[in-house]
């Protein structure tokens, strides 16, 4: 196990009705003027952004409200938003949605205090000053509530990235399983798979010894994948909604990532169909990471058979490439049963971008990509090619 240091600082509130208490918790936080984002519209098709906005009344707090961030978040929305914290001297932000809301007002909340572009940040430079984030969520998927990063996408180059900054994590997310009711079957199962992959991600890595964290990795991938089929089937089933909550925020504050290499290699190749063909960030890294454990299994067949066994039930047997082969296999089935897509074709994504998505996938600089196989351009092609 490799030395780590790990805050995880976020006060999570969980359960039902817990939204209206946003006001008190901002207030908590010494929060006097908020700007309250959200999306597309959702929360107030649903009433969830009545109900929030009434909490930060109820808690005397000063506050303005900014809807219309897309999913797949871009960096005009957020220059605007810079602009508008400022002049109304906004000292809180609080995202009232998924992954792409939260990102943004992580974005905001770093650019207010900065004087340069925002996007140095997603250049490589790390956040370490921002304005206080609170969160309230509406999709379990991203696992933002309860990490330090943000990803926007530069819309001048197309290229979407991260950035990190301890300082990102939010102060508190309210996490109500309720709120998700509305979700389509779809974004359901996309926020499935992009929890998942947040596992996968650290857990193929080329650290040895990590027997708290594999299994943890393996235990939280087995609750998603017993639970995942009943929030298909019925969004408002509660029980069901609510450990895929709680799970794709463990997912991803990094208490699966500790002590260990980790990847993030298909992200980065997922990132560039978002940004090019505006797919959804779980669908495109369904497409993504069935083909990247294709390409590279034989890096560490035991792990991947590993894998196969005590996560996808396949049986122990002495070819372990064959297991682990059955276990990509089994994986793959699942992501078709929630309904996934498993190739590039399902999103739209022709064969001739490829060379483009390699470029994109190395704009922001760097030979390699990943960790577990170092990706070349060609193996990155490879891998693409693999997805079609
Ligand atoms: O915009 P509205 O109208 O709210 O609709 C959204 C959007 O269309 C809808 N939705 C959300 N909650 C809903 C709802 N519809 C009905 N009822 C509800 N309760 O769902 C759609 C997708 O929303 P989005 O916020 O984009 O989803 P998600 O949480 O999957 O976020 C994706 C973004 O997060 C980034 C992704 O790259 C992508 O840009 N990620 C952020 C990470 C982080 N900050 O740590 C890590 C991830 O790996 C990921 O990269
Ligand atoms: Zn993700």
């Not at 990102?103 to 205090?113: E, L, R, S």
């Not at 798979?193 to 947040?198: F, G, I, L, R």
């Not at 995942?228 to 208490?255: K, S």
Request: glycine share 10%.
């Amino acid at each position: 196990m490799d030395n780590f240091t790990f805050k995880s600082p976020t006060q999570f509130i969980f359960g039902r009705g817990t939204h209206a208490q946003a006001g008190k918790y901002a207030a908590r936080c010494g929060a006097k003027k908020v700007m309250v984002l959200y999306g597309g519209g959702s929360v107030i098709t649903n009433g969830v952004l009545q109900t929030v906005v009434e909490s930060l009344d109820a808690a005397g707090l000063d506050f303005i409200v900014a809807g219309g961030v897309q999913p797949n978040p871009v960096s005009s929305y957020v220059y605007q938003a810079i602009e508008a914290a400022r002049e109304e001297k906004v000292d809180f932000m609080l995202a009232v949605g998924g992954g792409s809301v939260i990102d943004t007002a992580k974005a905001v909340a770093a650019g207010v205090p900065y004087d340069g572009d925002f996007l140095d940040f997603y250049r490589g430079k790390g956040v370490k000053e921002a304005l206080p984030v609170g969160v309230v969520l509406t999709i379990a998927a991203a696992g933002s509530e309860g990490s330090p990063n943000t990803v926007i996408t530069d819309e001048e180059t197309k290229i979407k990235k991260g950035a990190t900054g301890e300082c990102l994590r939010p102060q508190f997310a309210i996490l109500n399983p309720e709120l998700t009711f509305t979700l389509s079957a779809y974004q359901s199962a996309c926020g499935i798979s992009d929890m998942m992959a947040h596992i996968f991600e650290r857990y193929f890595t080329k650290t040895k010894d990590n027997a708290v964290t594999d299994r943890i990795c393996e235990g939280l991938l087995l609750a998603i994948t017993e639970k995942a089929m009943d929030v298909i089937i019925d969004r408002e089933d509660y029980e069901a909604q609510a450990a895929i909550m709680w799970a794709g925020m463990l997912a991803h504050n990094n208490i699966c990532g500790v002590g260990r290499e980790q990847d993030w290699g298909s992200h980065a190749l997922a990132h560039q169909l978002s940004a090019l063909f505006d797919a959804a960030h779980g669908a495109a890294l369904a497409v993504v990471f069935p083909a990247w454990m294709k390409y590279v299994v034989d890096e560490d067949v035991e792990l991947f058979a590993r894998i196969a066994h005590n996560v996808w039930g396949v049986a122990m047997s002495d070819d372990k490439k064959q297991m682990a082969l059955d276990g990509i296999a089994a994986y793959e089935k699942f992501l078709r049963g929630i309904g996934m897509p498993t190739n590039l074709a399902q999103l739209d994504v022709p064969e001739e971008a490829i060379p483009q998505l390699v470029e994109l996938a190395f704009a922001p600089g760097g030979s390699t990509i990943g960790y577990f196989k170092k990706l070349t351009p060609a193996d990155v092609e490879a891998v693409y090619r693999l997805a079609l």
